[in-house]
């Protein structure tokens, strides 16, 4: 039975277990600007992040507008050309719903600016 191979898978394993709890250290402000023996160094830096939005994608907006805009545009025309405009207005309803409720979730707040630090390396 050999053995060898077995330290070695354990001494890669250990490796990379070392380097992932390196990695896995947060920093917070009070750390910006710290250097290390290594050339790595703290960055903090402002990041948006979304909070709390049920809806992210948008999809409810985007489907009303497209369900309203479809009916509106069903009452234009007749034949081929009644077949566009509800093409057309569903296309058209369906982003405008998106905008008005990106709009929304933006006056409501979903998205805040974090700080955020992390160790890079240069």
Same mark, same amino acid.
């Given at each position: ?6 330290? +070695?898978? +354990? ?8 380097? $992932? ?6 920093? $917070? ?9 290594? @050339? #790595? ?11 709390? #939005? !049920? ?10 507008? +497209?369900?309203?805009? @479809? ?8 034949? !081929? $050309? ?5 093409? @057309? ?9 998106? !905008?008005?409720? $990106? ?20």
């Amino acid at each position: 039975m050999n053995i060898r191979p077995i330290h +070695a898978i +354990a001494a890669a394993t250990l490796a990379l277990a070392t380097t $992932g709890a390196v990695q896995a250290q947060t920093y $917070g402000e009070q750390d910006e600007g710290r250097t290390f023996s290594d @050339g #790595s160094r703290v960055v903090c830096e402002d990041v948006e992040v979304r909070r709390g #939005s !049920k809806d992210p994608n948008r999809i409810a907006g985007t489907a009303a507008g +497209a369900v309203i805009g @479809g009916v509106v545009g069903s009452q234009i025309g007749s034949g !081929k $050309g009644r077949d566009l405009a509800t093409v @057309g207005g569903a296309i058209a309803g369906g982003a405008v719903g998106r !905008k008005v409720q $990106g709009d929304r979730q933006e006056a409501r707040g979903d998205r805040v600016v974090e700080r955020r630090c992390e160790r890079v390396w240069r």
